[in-house]
Protein backbone atom coordinates (compact mmCIF):
# COMPACT_ATOMS: atom_id res chain seq x y z
CA UNK A 1 0.00 0.00 0.00
CA UNK A 2 1.13 2.92 -1.14
CA UNK A 3 0.20 6.48 1.13
CA UNK A 4 -0.53 9.41 -0.77
CA UNK A 5 -0.17 12.75 -0.03
CA UNK A 6 -2.95 15.32 -0.97
CA UNK A 7 -1.79 18.44 -0.45
CA UNK A 8 0.51 21.02 1.41
CA UNK A 9 0.78 24.43 2.30
CA UNK A 10 2.91 26.67 4.13
CA UNK A 11 3.42 30.11 5.86
CA UNK A 12 6.01 32.76 6.27
CA UNK A 13 6.76 35.47 8.27
CA UNK A 14 5.43 37.99 5.92
CA UNK A 15 1.81 36.31 6.00
CA UNK A 16 1.21 37.82 9.57
CA UNK A 17 0.47 41.52 10.36
CA UNK A 18 3.23 43.58 11.80
CA UNK A 19 2.00 42.28 15.65
CA UNK A 20 4.12 39.56 14.52
CA UNK A 21 7.07 41.47 15.91
CA UNK A 22 6.31 41.26 18.98
CA UNK A 23 5.13 37.90 19.47
CA UNK A 24 6.61 35.26 21.57
CA UNK A 25 8.32 32.59 19.94
CA UNK A 26 5.63 30.56 21.13
CA UNK A 27 3.20 32.37 20.16
CA UNK A 28 4.78 32.46 16.87
CA UNK A 29 5.17 28.66 16.36
CA UNK A 30 1.62 28.54 17.15
CA UNK A 31 0.19 31.06 14.69
CA UNK A 32 2.21 29.23 11.83
CA UNK A 33 0.83 26.10 13.01
CA UNK A 34 -2.57 27.72 12.45
CA UNK A 35 -2.10 29.48 9.16
CA UNK A 36 -0.11 26.59 7.57
CA UNK A 37 -3.04 23.91 8.31
CA UNK A 38 -5.95 26.64 7.83
CA UNK A 39 -4.68 27.24 4.29
CA UNK A 40 -4.15 23.60 3.75
CA UNK A 41 -7.73 22.84 4.65
CA UNK A 42 -8.93 25.70 2.27
CA UNK A 43 -7.08 23.44 -0.77
CA UNK A 44 -8.58 20.46 0.28
CA UNK A 45 -11.84 22.09 0.52
CA UNK A 46 -12.05 20.51 4.19
CA UNK A 47 -13.94 21.96 7.06
CA UNK A 48 -12.25 21.87 10.12
CA UNK A 49 -14.30 19.76 12.27
CA UNK A 50 -13.76 17.65 9.56
CA UNK A 51 -10.37 17.15 10.36
CA UNK A 52 -10.73 16.86 14.21
CA UNK A 53 -13.51 14.25 13.48
CA UNK A 54 -11.34 11.68 11.28
CA UNK A 55 -7.84 12.13 12.20
CA UNK A 56 -5.86 9.11 13.73
CA UNK A 57 -2.17 10.47 14.00
CA UNK A 58 0.21 14.13 14.32
CA UNK A 59 3.32 14.11 13.50
CA UNK A 60 5.36 17.24 14.48
CA UNK A 61 8.43 18.59 14.84
CA UNK A 62 10.49 19.77 17.84
CA UNK A 63 11.39 23.84 16.88
CA UNK A 64 15.26 23.99 17.19
CA UNK A 65 14.69 27.51 17.78
CA UNK A 66 12.57 27.26 21.01
CA UNK A 67 15.03 24.50 22.57
CA UNK A 68 12.89 22.00 24.99
CA UNK A 69 10.26 23.75 27.00
CA UNK A 70 7.76 21.88 29.03
CA UNK A 71 6.54 18.43 28.06
CA UNK A 72 4.93 16.92 24.50
CA UNK A 73 5.29 19.52 22.48
CA UNK A 74 3.07 17.69 19.65
CA UNK A 75 0.14 17.61 22.53
CA UNK A 76 0.38 21.33 23.37
CA UNK A 77 0.35 22.07 20.22
CA UNK A 78 -2.68 19.68 19.42
CA UNK A 79 -4.63 21.23 22.63
CA UNK A 80 -4.33 24.58 21.18
CA UNK A 81 -5.88 23.73 17.49
CA UNK A 82 -8.68 21.55 19.77
CA UNK A 83 -7.53 18.24 18.79
CA UNK A 84 -8.44 14.90 20.93
CA UNK A 85 -7.90 11.26 21.11
CA UNK A 86 -4.92 10.99 18.54
CA UNK A 87 -2.05 9.28 18.41
CA UNK A 88 1.16 11.36 18.94
CA UNK A 89 4.13 11.34 17.11
CA UNK A 90 7.21 14.02 17.52
CA UNK A 91 10.36 13.95 14.97
CA UNK A 92 13.77 15.26 16.25
CA UNK A 93 16.40 14.83 13.72
CA UNK A 94 17.07 18.36 12.82
CA UNK A 95 17.11 19.31 8.96
CA UNK A 96 16.24 15.64 8.43
CA UNK A 97 13.11 15.87 10.45
CA UNK A 98 10.42 16.63 7.05
CA UNK A 99 11.48 13.81 5.03
CA UNK A 100 11.58 11.47 9.10
CA UNK A 101 8.27 12.53 9.59
CA UNK A 102 7.49 11.15 5.91
CA UNK A 103 9.06 7.67 7.03
CA UNK A 104 6.85 7.90 10.04
CA UNK A 105 3.65 8.30 8.31
CA UNK A 106 4.37 5.29 5.85
CA UNK A 107 5.13 3.38 8.85
CA UNK A 108 1.72 4.52 10.88
CA UNK A 109 -0.48 4.12 7.46
CA UNK A 110 1.18 0.19 6.67
CA UNK A 111 0.14 -0.65 10.54
CA UNK A 112 -3.26 1.03 9.71
CA UNK A 113 -4.55 1.71 6.91
CA UNK A 114 -7.82 3.62 8.20
CA UNK A 115 -5.26 6.43 9.25
CA UNK A 116 -5.63 9.74 8.82
CA UNK A 117 -1.85 11.61 9.71
CA UNK A 118 -1.55 15.12 9.74
CA UNK A 119 1.81 16.18 9.66
CA UNK A 120 2.53 19.83 10.37
CA UNK A 121 5.52 21.57 11.92
CA UNK A 122 7.06 25.73 12.44
CA UNK A 123 10.24 26.84 13.66
CA UNK A 124 10.88 30.40 13.71
CA UNK A 125 15.20 30.86 14.15
CA UNK A 126 14.90 34.24 12.21
CA UNK A 127 12.99 36.12 15.36
CA UNK A 128 14.12 33.90 17.98
CA UNK A 129 18.13 33.80 17.60
CA UNK A 130 19.35 37.37 18.94
CA UNK A 131 23.16 36.01 20.00
CA UNK A 132 26.27 33.74 18.99
CA UNK A 133 25.43 31.78 21.68
CA UNK A 134 22.17 30.52 20.37
CA UNK A 135 23.74 29.10 17.47
CA UNK A 136 25.87 27.01 19.62
CA UNK A 137 23.55 25.05 20.88
CA UNK A 138 23.21 23.10 17.37
CA UNK A 139 26.47 21.85 17.84
CA UNK A 140 25.78 19.68 21.16
CA UNK A 141 24.36 16.87 18.94
CA UNK A 142 27.90 16.90 16.66
CA UNK A 143 30.61 18.10 18.79
CA UNK A 144 32.86 16.22 20.91
CA UNK A 145 31.89 17.31 24.67
CA UNK A 146 35.69 17.33 25.60
CA UNK A 147 37.46 17.93 22.73
CA UNK A 148 35.32 19.88 20.85
CA UNK A 149 32.55 22.08 22.07
CA UNK A 150 34.68 24.29 24.14
CA UNK A 151 37.51 24.85 21.74
CA UNK A 152 35.10 27.31 19.33
CA UNK A 153 34.03 24.73 17.05
CA UNK A 154 31.01 26.52 14.86
CA UNK A 155 27.97 24.41 12.41
CA UNK A 156 29.35 27.17 9.40
CA UNK A 157 33.43 26.47 10.00
CA UNK A 158 32.85 22.60 10.26
CA UNK A 159 30.79 22.31 6.81
CA UNK A 160 33.36 24.51 5.21
CA UNK A 161 35.93 22.06 6.87
CA UNK A 162 33.48 19.84 5.25
CA UNK A 163 34.00 21.35 1.19
CA UNK A 164 37.98 22.59 1.54
CA UNK A 165 38.44 18.32 1.65
CA UNK A 166 35.72 17.98 -1.17
CA UNK A 167 37.63 20.44 -2.82
CA UNK A 168 40.65 19.01 -2.56
CA UNK A 169 40.14 15.59 -3.12
CA UNK A 170 37.78 16.30 -6.44
CA UNK A 171 39.61 19.11 -8.06
CA UNK A 172 36.21 21.33 -7.39
CA UNK A 173 37.14 25.40 -7.29
CA UNK A 174 35.35 28.21 -5.31
CA UNK A 175 33.79 29.78 -8.79
CA UNK A 176 32.21 26.22 -9.25
CA UNK A 177 30.57 26.75 -6.24
CA UNK A 178 29.57 30.21 -7.04
CA UNK A 179 27.96 29.31 -10.85
CA UNK A 180 25.59 26.83 -9.04
CA UNK A 181 25.18 29.35 -6.38
CA UNK A 182 23.57 32.35 -9.07
CA UNK A 183 21.93 29.16 -10.64
CA UNK A 184 19.93 28.46 -8.08
CA UNK A 185 18.87 31.99 -7.12
CA UNK A 186 17.59 32.47 -10.59
CA UNK A 187 15.52 30.08 -9.49
CA UNK A 188 13.67 31.51 -6.53
CA UNK A 189 14.51 35.62 -7.33
CA UNK A 190 11.05 35.84 -9.22
CA UNK A 191 8.94 34.12 -6.16
CA UNK A 192 7.78 36.75 -4.19
CA UNK A 193 7.53 33.39 -0.89
CA UNK A 194 11.52 33.42 -1.26
CA UNK A 195 13.46 34.75 1.58
CA UNK A 196 15.64 36.41 -1.85
CA UNK A 197 12.51 37.72 -3.57
CA UNK A 198 14.26 40.57 -6.57
CA UNK A 199 17.71 39.90 -4.51
CA UNK A 200 20.51 39.76 -7.43
CA UNK A 201 23.93 38.18 -6.17
CA UNK A 202 26.87 40.79 -6.09
CA UNK A 203 30.25 40.37 -6.65
CA UNK A 204 31.02 41.99 -2.95
CA UNK A 205 28.53 39.16 -1.24
CA UNK A 206 30.53 36.51 -3.11
CA UNK A 207 33.94 37.99 -2.21
CA UNK A 208 33.17 38.48 1.60
CA UNK A 209 34.12 34.79 3.33
CA UNK A 210 32.21 33.97 6.23
CA UNK A 211 34.04 30.21 6.62
CA UNK A 212 36.47 29.02 3.69
CA UNK A 213 34.99 28.70 1.19
CA UNK A 214 31.55 29.78 1.68
CA UNK A 215 30.38 33.17 0.85
CA UNK A 216 26.81 34.55 2.70
CA UNK A 217 25.25 33.40 -0.74
CA UNK A 218 26.57 29.65 -0.27
CA UNK A 219 25.01 29.78 3.08
CA UNK A 220 21.38 29.48 4.11
CA UNK A 221 19.82 31.95 6.03
CA UNK A 222 17.70 31.16 9.01
CA UNK A 223 14.16 31.48 8.49
CA UNK A 224 10.74 32.14 10.14
CA UNK A 225 8.27 29.11 8.67
CA UNK A 226 5.95 26.86 9.23
CA UNK A 227 4.28 23.63 7.00
CA UNK A 228 1.50 20.92 7.14
CA UNK A 229 0.13 18.53 4.91
CA UNK A 230 -1.63 15.34 5.28
CA UNK A 231 -1.46 11.40 4.13
CA UNK A 232 -3.36 8.85 4.25
CA UNK A 233 -4.55 5.46 2.32
CA UNK A 234 -5.80 5.98 -1.36
CA UNK A 235 -8.88 4.01 -0.16
CA UNK A 236 -9.75 6.59 2.36
CA UNK A 237 -9.27 9.36 -0.02
CA UNK A 238 -11.42 8.54 -2.12
CA UNK A 239 -14.26 7.66 0.30
CA UNK A 240 -13.57 10.91 1.62
CA UNK A 241 -13.92 12.32 -1.67
CA UNK A 242 -17.09 10.42 -2.37
CA UNK A 243 -18.75 11.89 1.02
CA UNK A 244 -18.09 15.48 -0.45
CA UNK A 245 -15.76 15.84 2.82
CA UNK A 246 -12.27 16.71 0.35
CA UNK A 247 -12.59 18.38 -3.33
CA UNK A 248 -13.12 15.29 -5.91
CA UNK A 249 -10.15 16.74 -8.52
CA UNK A 250 -7.41 16.37 -6.71
CA UNK A 251 -4.45 13.76 -7.88
CA UNK A 252 -2.36 12.65 -5.06
CA UNK A 253 0.99 11.48 -4.97
CA UNK A 254 1.96 8.53 -3.90
CA UNK A 255 4.64 7.69 -1.07
CA UNK A 256 6.61 4.66 -2.69
CA UNK A 257 9.84 4.37 -0.69
CA UNK A 258 11.64 5.96 2.31
CA UNK A 259 14.86 5.79 3.99
CA UNK A 260 16.86 6.87 6.81
CA UNK A 261 21.14 6.67 8.49
CA UNK A 262 22.86 8.04 10.83
CA UNK A 263 26.36 8.52 11.37
CA UNK A 264 27.26 7.78 14.88
CA UNK A 265 30.65 9.39 15.54
CA UNK A 266 31.31 12.56 16.66
CA UNK A 267 32.63 15.39 14.28
CA UNK A 268 35.94 15.04 15.24
CA UNK A 269 36.33 11.70 15.09
CA UNK A 270 35.18 10.87 11.74
CA UNK A 271 38.53 10.74 9.72
CA UNK A 272 36.93 10.15 6.04
CA UNK A 273 34.54 12.42 6.69
CA UNK A 274 31.75 9.75 6.19
CA UNK A 275 28.02 11.13 5.31
CA UNK A 276 24.73 8.65 5.75
CA UNK A 277 23.41 10.19 2.47
CA UNK A 278 24.44 7.00 0.43
CA UNK A 279 23.26 4.51 2.92
CA UNK A 280 19.70 6.51 2.69
CA UNK A 281 19.39 6.54 -0.65
CA UNK A 282 19.89 2.67 -0.35
CA UNK A 283 17.66 2.20 1.41
CA UNK A 284 14.90 4.46 -0.23
CA UNK A 285 15.23 3.00 -3.49
CA UNK A 286 14.86 -0.67 -1.70
CA UNK A 287 11.88 0.80 0.32
CA UNK A 288 10.62 1.75 -3.29
CA UNK A 289 11.89 -1.28 -5.58
CA UNK A 290 13.18 1.04 -8.22
CA UNK A 291 16.62 1.88 -9.25
CA UNK A 292 17.93 5.52 -9.29
CA UNK A 293 17.84 5.86 -13.00
CA UNK A 294 13.72 5.42 -12.79
CA UNK A 295 13.96 8.99 -10.71
CA UNK A 296 12.36 12.15 -12.94
CA UNK A 297 13.33 14.77 -10.65
CA UNK A 298 14.85 16.03 -7.12
CA UNK A 299 15.29 18.10 -4.72
CA UNK A 300 18.48 17.60 -2.76
CA UNK A 301 18.92 19.43 0.84
CA UNK A 302 21.01 22.27 0.26
CA UNK A 303 22.42 24.45 3.42
CA UNK A 304 25.38 24.80 1.99
CA UNK A 305 26.17 25.08 -1.85
CA UNK A 306 28.60 22.40 -1.52
CA UNK A 307 26.27 19.84 0.50
CA UNK A 308 23.81 19.74 -2.82
CA UNK A 309 27.23 18.79 -5.02
CA UNK A 310 27.71 15.76 -2.24
CA UNK A 311 24.63 14.15 -1.75
CA UNK A 312 23.80 14.60 -5.36
CA UNK A 313 26.78 11.80 -5.95
CA UNK A 314 25.99 10.14 -2.81
CA UNK A 315 21.76 9.67 -3.83
CA UNK A 316 22.79 8.89 -7.72
CA UNK A 317 26.50 7.38 -7.52
CA UNK A 318 27.74 10.20 -9.62
CA UNK A 319 31.62 11.41 -9.36
CA UNK A 320 31.56 14.72 -7.35
CA UNK A 321 33.14 16.36 -10.19
CA UNK A 322 30.68 15.57 -12.57
CA UNK A 323 27.69 16.32 -9.79
CA UNK A 324 29.63 19.48 -9.47
CA UNK A 325 29.60 20.66 -13.36
CA UNK A 326 25.81 19.23 -14.04
CA UNK A 327 24.69 21.67 -11.31
CA UNK A 328 25.90 24.61 -12.95
CA UNK A 329 23.02 24.12 -15.13
CA UNK A 330 20.58 23.24 -12.64
CA UNK A 331 20.33 19.29 -13.42
CA UNK A 332 21.56 16.02 -12.48
CA UNK A 333 23.14 13.48 -15.77
CA UNK A 334 22.09 9.90 -14.73
CA UNK A 335 23.49 6.85 -16.11
CA UNK A 336 22.29 6.15 -19.62
CA UNK A 337 22.29 10.37 -20.21
CA UNK A 338 19.22 10.58 -18.49
CA UNK A 339 19.12 14.66 -17.39
CA UNK A 340 16.66 15.50 -14.65
CA UNK A 341 15.96 18.93 -13.00
CA UNK A 342 17.03 19.64 -9.40
CA UNK A 343 15.62 22.64 -7.02
CA UNK A 344 13.37 24.16 -9.07
CA UNK A 345 12.71 26.78 -6.07
CA UNK A 346 15.37 27.74 -5.19
CA UNK A 347 15.78 25.42 -2.47
CA UNK A 348 16.53 26.16 1.22
CA UNK A 349 19.47 28.87 0.36
CA UNK A 350 17.07 30.27 -1.44
CA UNK A 351 13.28 29.76 -0.13
CA UNK A 352 12.73 29.19 3.15
CA UNK A 353 15.40 27.32 6.12
CA UNK A 354 13.98 27.51 9.17
CA UNK A 355 16.15 25.20 10.34
CA UNK A 356 14.17 21.85 12.50
CA UNK A 357 12.01 22.28 9.41
CA UNK A 358 14.13 23.38 6.50
CA UNK A 359 13.46 20.53 4.46
CA UNK A 360 9.91 21.31 3.84
CA UNK A 361 11.44 23.84 1.27
CA UNK A 362 11.99 20.58 -0.33
CA UNK A 363 8.55 19.12 -0.18
CA UNK A 364 7.16 22.24 -1.49
CA UNK A 365 9.00 22.12 -4.28
CA UNK A 366 8.08 18.42 -4.99
CA UNK A 367 4.83 19.02 -4.72
CA UNK A 368 4.04 21.89 -6.56
CA UNK A 369 4.96 19.82 -9.51
CA UNK A 370 2.06 17.88 -9.09
CA UNK A 371 -0.11 20.46 -8.51
CA UNK A 372 -0.35 19.97 -4.60
CA UNK A 373 0.94 23.10 -3.42
CA UNK A 374 -1.56 25.48 -1.90
CA UNK A 375 0.13 28.06 -3.80
CA UNK A 376 1.01 28.80 -7.75
CA UNK A 377 4.30 29.15 -8.34
CA UNK A 378 5.80 31.10 -11.39
CA UNK A 379 8.90 28.83 -12.63
CA UNK A 380 6.85 25.31 -11.86
CA UNK A 381 4.67 23.95 -14.30
CA UNK A 382 2.58 21.53 -12.71
CA UNK A 383 4.05 18.06 -15.23
CA UNK A 384 3.43 15.24 -12.66
CA UNK A 385 7.17 13.61 -12.80
CA UNK A 386 6.84 9.60 -12.64
CA UNK A 387 9.17 9.09 -9.82
CA UNK A 388 10.44 12.52 -7.74
CA UNK A 389 13.65 12.20 -4.75
CA UNK A 390 13.62 14.62 -1.67
CA UNK A 391 16.05 14.41 0.47
CA UNK A 392 17.16 15.95 4.05
CA UNK A 393 20.12 16.70 6.30
CA UNK A 394 20.61 17.20 9.68
CA UNK A 395 23.52 17.80 12.12
CA UNK A 396 26.75 18.43 10.16
CA UNK A 397 25.79 15.92 8.13
CA UNK A 398 25.37 13.55 10.65
CA UNK A 399 21.96 11.95 9.56
CA UNK A 400 20.14 12.31 6.45
CA UNK A 401 16.42 11.37 4.91
CA UNK A 402 15.34 10.28 2.09
CA UNK A 403 11.67 9.91 0.88
CA UNK A 404 10.72 8.87 -3.02
CA UNK A 405 7.42 9.68 -4.81
CA UNK A 406 5.47 8.57 -7.36
CA UNK A 407 2.62 9.84 -9.74
CA UNK A 408 0.52 6.51 -9.85
CA UNK A 409 0.25 3.92 -7.33
CA UNK A 410 3.62 1.40 -7.95
CA UNK A 411 3.58 -2.11 -8.83
CA UNK A 412 7.07 -2.50 -7.44
CA UNK A 413 7.78 -4.87 -4.23
CA UNK A 414 10.37 -3.91 -2.34
CA UNK A 415 13.76 -4.94 -2.56
CA UNK A 416 16.04 -6.63 -0.08
CA UNK A 417 18.84 -4.51 1.07
CA UNK A 418 22.11 -5.77 3.31
CA UNK A 419 21.61 -3.63 6.28
CA UNK A 420 25.28 -4.27 7.82
CA UNK A 421 26.95 -2.55 4.87
CA UNK A 422 26.71 1.03 3.82
CA UNK A 423 26.14 2.24 0.11
CA UNK A 424 27.43 0.02 -2.81
CA UNK A 425 27.33 3.07 -4.79
CA UNK A 426 31.31 4.32 -4.94
CA UNK A 427 32.25 7.51 -6.25
CA UNK A 428 35.92 8.50 -7.44
CA UNK A 429 37.95 11.15 -5.91
CA UNK A 430 41.81 12.01 -6.98
CA UNK A 431 42.83 10.90 -3.50
CA UNK A 432 43.42 7.43 -2.06
CA UNK A 433 43.77 6.76 1.66
CA UNK A 434 47.14 7.17 1.64
CA UNK A 435 47.32 10.58 0.61
CA UNK A 436 46.21 12.82 3.49
CA UNK A 437 44.14 16.14 3.29
CA UNK A 438 46.13 19.19 4.55
CA UNK A 439 43.96 21.81 5.20
CA UNK A 440 45.65 24.99 5.45
CA UNK A 441 44.37 27.69 7.46
CA UNK A 442 44.42 31.11 7.46
Request: aromatic share 8%; net charge positive; proline share 3%.
Amino acid sequence: MNPVLLGISDSIASDFSEDYKGWSGERRVLEHYKKSIYDLLQFLEMKPETLKDILTDFVSIEPASLGKSGYGHSVRIANELGYAGFRSHLVDLGGASVTGALGQAKSILHSDTEAVVLIAAADVPKSTFRKVSDMKRLNETVCHPIYELNYGATLIAMYGLLMKRMMFENDITRKDLETITKRFRANAINNPRAYVYQQEITDKQLSRTIADPYSAPMIAVVTDHGFATILMSEKKAKRLQLQGKIKKGIDPMYLIGVGQAAHAKYFMLKGDFATPAGRASDLAFASAGIEREDIDYAWIYDCFTGMVILQSSEYFGIPKRDAMEHLKNGELRLKGGKKIKVNKMGGILNYQAAMSISAATGLIDVAAHYGLYSRPVSNIRITRPGKSLVGGNGGVDSINTVAIFSSTRSTFKPKKINRNTFSSIKTKSRTTKSEPFILQLR
